[in-house]
């Protein structure tokens, strides 16, 4: 059986290649819906999302090539998630505009480790490579949990819904998670206030 | 470093977990569901959506010679719709101390699997393993969207097996398939315990409670069309249409579960609600009044079959279905032999062994949005031929190609239609006059659809015509009083009245709530067609 979304991607790899108007459009009609899902759950505007959405194209336009993203869709959604996040930034703190933001935020609020030696960051590993050694350390499941809830900005209803939990339930799995990450920070010695 | 140094820092975090992680985009109620795709409007994604969803599930009907491993998907048991839409986040979401007596149970850790444990295995044999169901939605179920087949009331009525009865149980099943590869491997359907009170067609020789299998019982994309099983309750009474099984016609899982299927998940019942009136798919059954009593309903069922219904038959069935996640999206063809049992092929196989390995290709879209589109075409042949099949296929974006081959009077037919909106025409399949099929619904400037729909019964098409009219009319009205004289709202893209009678609405991808709003201003069952796409739904 063809794979579908290898087939896919590598259609549109080539558009953007080529540098075929199509390609834009077939991402969008590829990939939109999700992209737009995912920049929404963040912001909670279904402007906003649009408009994140059409930076990621943007960003792909310019990127591909020489940039040869396999696979595609992860790529996309780690430009989209930044984006989102970028346009965090520039709203108003005070203001809610609705999505998960602000909730997320508040949350990873408490895995900040307590503490500070001075040290810098660059003296230690990176932020980015300890979190990948905290997923790393965590079963497939509570990595998907945290990941859907943080990376992905699933309302924590629907964290519980993909997995098959109560509400309840994905709650306090994500405040365990939360805090291990914390002890993990703190342990690690990567923090530095 | 604070919290968004954190939040920032998790885009840098590995691929594979990234992936692994993908949330299984749902489709809440209302949502794709009732979708269809045929085509596109220019660069505009308009889609199809049907006021009516088929819901048989084609990964039923398998008889795998080698299943394949099992996949311990994890059940989801939520009862909420999970679809996105704009809302402000729910400040009680947020956590700060989780509930002191708050604990995990054991079902619940992360990598609990589906079903209930422990619970009785109800069949298993050939890769398929039946489980009693408890949740009350799967938006992680495949989904049917399909269009239903368009039945008239004396088909309808007309079915194999017509009762008055009431509903007295509702057992929910899980099936998981191992012929399929997740999520297409598992589905929700119902086993519904009938007590007959009256036959109006058929034979029950010992008033013995009716066992019917409905399949997609949860299915969420039947939530808000479906009105068969949206307004089916324990204690209800209806007049009840449906198909004896037989042994060699449908998958053994679903003869030892019961004896009946639905003709039509979508209208398989006309329900008395409490409180008076009727519930049922008023554009399915135009001549019940849903203020009427369940005795006039079936003093008018009786009337229909006896003096309008044809003989009872069989008919066929095929679709394609769409996976209800991204993840896997796949053409799957059933294959349905009425003579010699009914079996399902995957796309791939089906076409290998019609067309030949190496000519795959032409056949098969690696395009998973389009191998996503779904079709189900019922073919209703008075000259029930031997063999039906067919399947589809796309040779490229919102393109399908539909073979349908049969055989009548022992010589072999054979016909495809294929291209953006079906450009060919069906001069075979126009050779049996009676022939019906769903996928007419798709073929949008086509001679053969024309002429197809002219063919269809004068009672039928008058009938949708008339309503289909006043629905325009309606429509334009209401518009313009909303949007001025030949205004419309940025997603409307045009109401035709087709040549069979029906009002086909065309939008652009729109939000619920603008397909609700289309819904609330066409009287419901006016034979209309809507068809569009929800926003984010893809």
């Known amino acids: 059986m063809p794979n579908a979304d290898s087939k896919t991607e590598e259609r549109i790899l080539t558009l953007f290649r080529e540098r075929s108007e199509e390609a834009v459009a077939e991402t969008s009609r590829r990939y939109g ?157 990567l923090w530095n206030g | 470093m604070d919290n968004r140094d954190l939040l920032k820092a998790l885009g840098g975090i590995g691929e594979e977990y990234i992936r692994e992680a993908e949330p299984q985009e749902t489709t809440p109620a209302s949502k794709r569901l009732h979708f269809l795709r045929p085509a596109v409007l220019g660069s505009a994604a308009a889609a199809c959506l049907l006021l009516g969803i088929a819901a048989w599930q084609s990964g039923l009907f398998t008889r795998r010679e080698n299943p394949g491993p099992r996949d311990p998907a994890a059940a989801v048991l939520s009862g909420e719709e999970t679809g996105l839409s704009e809302t402000t986040a729910d400040p009680s979401e947020k956590e700060t101390d989780p509930p002191a007596s708050e604990t995990l149970q054991a079902s619940e850790a992360p990598e609990s699997e589906s079903g209930e444990p422990g619970a009785a295995v109800l069949y298993q044999k050939d890769g398929v393993t039946v489980r009693p169901f408890s949740g009350v939605s799967d938006p992680n179920a495949p989904t049917a969207q399909a269009c239903l087949a368009y039945l008239t009331e004396e088909e309808l009525f007309g079915g194999s097996f017509t009762m008055r009865a009431r509903l007295t149980d509702i057992q929910p099943v899980e099936i998981i398939n191992d012929r399929f590869e997740p999520p297409l491997n598992r589905s929700i359907g119902a086993v519904l315990i009938f007590e007959p009170i009256s036959v109006l067609r058929g034979d029950l020789p010992d008033n013995a409670p009716v066992r019917v299998y409905a399949p997609f019982y949860l299915n969420t994309s039947l939530e808000s069309l479906n009105y068969s099983l949206r307004h089916m309750d324990k204690g209800r009474e209806g007049i009840i249409m449906l198909y004896k099984m037989n042994s060699t016609g449908y998958p053994e899982y679903m003869t030892a579960l019961a004896d009946y299927v639905p003709g039509d998940n979508q209208r398989f019942a006309i329900w008395e609600m409490p409180g008076g009136g009727l519930a049922f798919d008023q554009s399915a059954f135009p001549g019940v009044d849903k203020n009427w009593t369940l005795d006039q309903a079936e003093a008018y069922a009786r009337d229909i079959i006896e003096n309008k219904a044809p003989a009872p038959r069989d008919f066929s069935v095929q679709f394609m279905f769409r996976y209800s996640g991204e993840a896997e999206n796949e053409a799957v063809s059933l294959y349905y032999d009425s003579r010699n049992g009914y079996y399902s092929e995957a796309g791939t196989a089906w076409m290998e062994e019609e067309y030949g390995a190496e000519n795959l290709e032409t056949h098969l879209d690696a395009d998973a949005e389009t191998l996503g589109k779904i079709y189900r075409s019922c073919l209703r042949l008075k000259d029930l031929p031997e063999i039906i099949t067919g399947g589809g296929s796309a040779d490229g974006p919102n393109t399908v190609t539909i073979e349908i081959s049969w055989t009548a009077d022992g010589e072999q037919h054979r016909t495809s239609y294929s291209g953006s909106w079906y450009r060919d025409h069906l001069p075979d399949a126009l050779k049996l006059e009676q022939t019906r099929t769903e996928l007419l619904h798709y073929l949008e400037d086509c001679e053969a659809k024309r002429k197809w729909e002219a063919g269809l019964t004068p009672i039928a098409a008058a009938r949708r015509t008339v309503r289909a009219e006043a629905a325009k009319t309606a429509l334009e009205a209401a518009f313009a009083e909303q949007y001025g004289p030949g205004g419309a709202p940025s997603w409307f893209r045009r109401a035709v009245i087709t040549e069979g009678g029906y009002l086909e609405v065309w939008l652009a991808p729109c939000s619920k709530a603008n397909m609700e709003e289309i819904r609330n201003l066409i009287p419901e069952g006016d034979g209309l067609l809507l068809f569009g796409e929800e926003s984010g739904s893809r």
């Open chain 1, 33 to 189: 819906a999700l992209l737009r899902a995912q920049a929404l759950r963040l912001l909670g505007s279904a402007e906003d999302a649009e408009e994140v959405e059409n930076e990621v194209y943007l960003t792909a336009w310019n990127r591909i090539p020489p940039e040869e993203p396999r696979p595609l869709l992860p790529w996309l959604r780690t430009i989209c998630r930044r984006r989102a996040l970028d346009r965090l930034d520039l709203r108003n703190a005070a203001k809610r505009g609705g999505g998960q933001a602000d909730l997320i935020l508040d949350e990873l609020q408490e895995s900040l480790p307590s503490g500070d030696d001075g040290r810098t960051w660059a003296e230690r590993m990176s932020l980015e490579e300890a979190l990948n050694a905290f997923l790393g350390a965590l079963t497939p499941g509570e990595r998907k949990i945290f990941l859907q809830r943080y990376w992905y900005f699933l309302s924590v209803k629907e964290v519980a819904a993909q997995n098959g939990i109560k509400p309840g339930s994905a709650k306090v799995i994500l405040y365990r998670l939360r805090q291990k990450l914390k002890t993990f920070l703190e342990k690690e010695d």
